[in-house]
């Protein structure tokens, strides 16, 4: 229920312990909850109307993955549809107990970036599959705050910062209207 974003969110800043408690003095965090509740459905519509749009996995993670020395073979599709492909690159580089890319994921993005070119998808700059990464990421925590995501690592901190950070890029640190944040998604990135 995305209602209960910001009491997941006022939660969260409560449960982080002694070691990041100036993580909630920084600009912007203690309202994000608001915000990326304001913001849903503008990243919604964003994700779902841009002509980047793909068939995806929808589900993509390493648990669903095998690995041999020449070969990788992905199972379970039972959540494959129309999509931005960087939801399934938010998905797979998400912290989960497997793997932690902390410090990477600019590197693997711009390898992501360098296969989309080599491949033939040569309309996207590397700007737009990074900000549609941005927008991916908000919405994917968006989602996980609504089943009552809370930071707990150390990684999972750093995430919540650069999404507020990368938030503040659209809305200044303040809290907009659902119809602001359309706006403004709309006009970056469509």
């Known amino acids: 229920n995305i209602s209960s974003i910001p009491q997941t969110w ?6 982080l312990n002694k070691k990041y408690a100036s993580v909630a ?3 912007g965090f203690h309202d994000f909850g608001k915000r990326i509740m304001n913001a849903a459905k503008g990243l919604y519509q964003v994700l779902n109307t841009t002509r980047y749009r793909t068939i995806i996995h929808g589900d993509f993670k390493p648990a669903n993955m095998f690995f041999s020395k020449d070969y ?3 199972c379970d599709f ?3 549809g129309a ?8 998905y797979f580089l998400f912290p989960d107990a497997l793997m932690n890319f902390a410090g990477k994921e600019e590197q693997l993005l711009k390898h992501y970036y360098d296969s989309l070119i080599y ?6 700059s590397f700007d737009l599959c990074q900000q549609l990464y941005e927008l ?3 919405d994917y925590l968006r989602y996980l705050l609504e089943k ?3 930071c707990y690592s150390e990684e999972e901190v750093r995430i919540a910062q650069k999404c507020n950070s990368w938030l503040g890029k659209y809305d200044d640190y303040q809290v907009l209207s659902e119809q602001q944040y359309t706006d403004i998604f709309n006009e970056k990135i469509c």
């Open 10 to 15: 006022s939660s969260l800043i409560k449960n």
């Open 25 to 27: 003095q920084e600009k």
């Open 72 to 74: 990788c073979s992905v």
């Open 78 to 80: 039972q959540f494959t």
């Open 83 to 90: 999509g931005v492909p960087l939801q399934d690159v938010v």
């Open 119 to 124: 491949f033939g998808v040569d309309s996207m």
């Open 136 to 138: 991916c990421t908000l």
């Open 148 to 150: 009552g995501w809370m």
